[in-house]
């Protein structure tokens, strides 16, 4: 890595189509769950103009009307104006939800079936999962990342809070950091571009958005001359939302998680349950991972674990401290596998993860959220001291 570069991360408020959709299939998931907490779901969302498809495998005991659940959803972000195509009240919604298949649920069930090596939950799929921490935030994410979503919650609560007249839906930030080698020194560039009425001119946009959202939320010691602000730079973002773009769950993957500065496995996250380890097991990389910055173990950190489907142990646990480690990795990998279980079961439980609690994760990133941690039981310290003093520090 170089001693001076610039990183940059992106965020979309929940108008963005592909939040949207993302929005759609949590709501989905939390409904099942609400009424029983052991539903299968997986639940893929398409947006786009009028139409809102719902697709993929459901398996549960819930009852209730999956299109007011669509529509409730899509009101909660806004779009509930009559004159756009995509509103409330006029979507047409295309169910396409069926069974899980008895295939994947033989694997994933707490049972033995013919084939499968121990009668224990295995993994609802094979896969790779990555959990990431740093100590460059007070919640111990990425700084380009956690600034970007900052930017996009406060210009969703002056829509919301009607401190604003002209602001819509649909939104994306965008924060660039120049850093000398760990060290953060300024932000170059801040790019939001957000969604408006037709009756507000550009200037007023730019002067309200940089005085309002970007120097309100950025730190003002990182903040120069030099930083450049870039505020719908197209000129023009009247037309947004699904009327604009199409979206689909899973397609912002890289927001959920750490801005492009820790990796990704490639599952998505909304509208599954926690028997899926592409989230549920993510969720504990992140637990894992912020436990060791805050035990003070390493400054920056990265675990690594895969699953076979319907085998309960990972096939593999890596960690990576980028030199940061203040003991040996292998030290801490040791602790790490003492400390937590990774089994699918011990997760769900460890983590309490069989409640309707998505819908809180689905939009600003499912990390570096402190605002419920009762919820959000992964952004937790709680295991800080067990990872110190099993290390022997």
């Not at 009852?63 to 195509?85: L, M, Q």
């Not at 033989?106 to 999962?129: H, P, R």
């Amino acid at each position: 890595m170089p001693k001076s570069y610039i990183f940059s991360s992106e965020s979309v408020t929940e108008g963005h189509p592909d939040k949207v959709a993302d929005t759609i299939s949590d709501a989905v998931l939390d409904a099942c769950l609400t009424q029983d907490k052991n539903s299968r779901v997986a639940c893929e969302t398409l947006v786009k103009s009028n139409l809102v498809v719902v697709a993929g495998e459901i398996t549960t005991k819930a009852d209730f009307d999956y299109n007011k659940v669509v529509r409730g959803a899509i009101e909660e972000i806004g779009y509930t104006e009559p004159g756009e195509s995509f509103n409330a009240k006029g979507v047409h919604i295309l169910n396409a939800l069926t069974a899980q298949s008895p295939d994947i649920a033989q694997g994933v069930d707490e049972k033995a079936a013919e084939g499968k090596a121990t009668a224990e939950q295995g993994a609802g799929d094979q896969g790779l999962m990555f959990g990431f921490a740093v100590n460059e935030t007070r919640d111990l994410m990425p700084a380009p990342i956690f600034y970007a979503h900052a930017l996009g919650r406060k210009l969703t609560d002056l829509r919301k809070h009607k401190k604003v007249s002209w602001l819509r839906p649909d939104c994306k930030t965008q924060v660039s950091l120049q850093y000398n080698g760990t060290k953060i020194e300024r932000i170059d560039a801040v790019v939001v571009s957000t969604q408006h009425r037709d009756s507000v001119k550009h200037k007023e946009i730019f002067e309200f958005v940089v005085e309002n959202v970007i120097k309100a939320v950025l730190p003002k010691d990182l903040l120069d001359a030099k930083t450049r602000y870039l505020v719908n730079p197209t000129g023009r973002f009247v037309i947004g939302g699904p009327e604009g773009d199409s979206g689909l769950t899973g397609r912002k993957i890289i927001v959920d998680t750490y801005g492009g500065m820790g990796r990704h496995g490639g599952g998505a996250f909304s509208g599954k349950d926690p028997s899926k380890v592409d989230r549920s097991a993510a969720y504990m990389g992140r637990y894992v991972a912020k436990n060791i910055v805050a035990a003070g173990l390493a400054d920056r950190v990265e675990i690594q674990f895969a699953y076979a489907i319907g085998h309960p142990e990972p096939v593999s646990v890596h960690i990576d401290t980028f030199g940061t480690g203040k003991v040996d990795d292998d030290k801490i990998a040791d602790a790490v596998k003492q400390v937590f279980s990774f089994k699918p079961a011990n997760i769900i439980k460890q983590l309490n993860l069989l409640r309707p609690i998505y819908s809180k994760t689905t939009n600003y990133g499912h990390f570096g959220r402190t605002d419920d941690l009762e919820a959000l039981t992964w952004e937790k310290t709680d295991k800080a001291a067990d990872l110190k003093r099993t290390v022997g520090v």
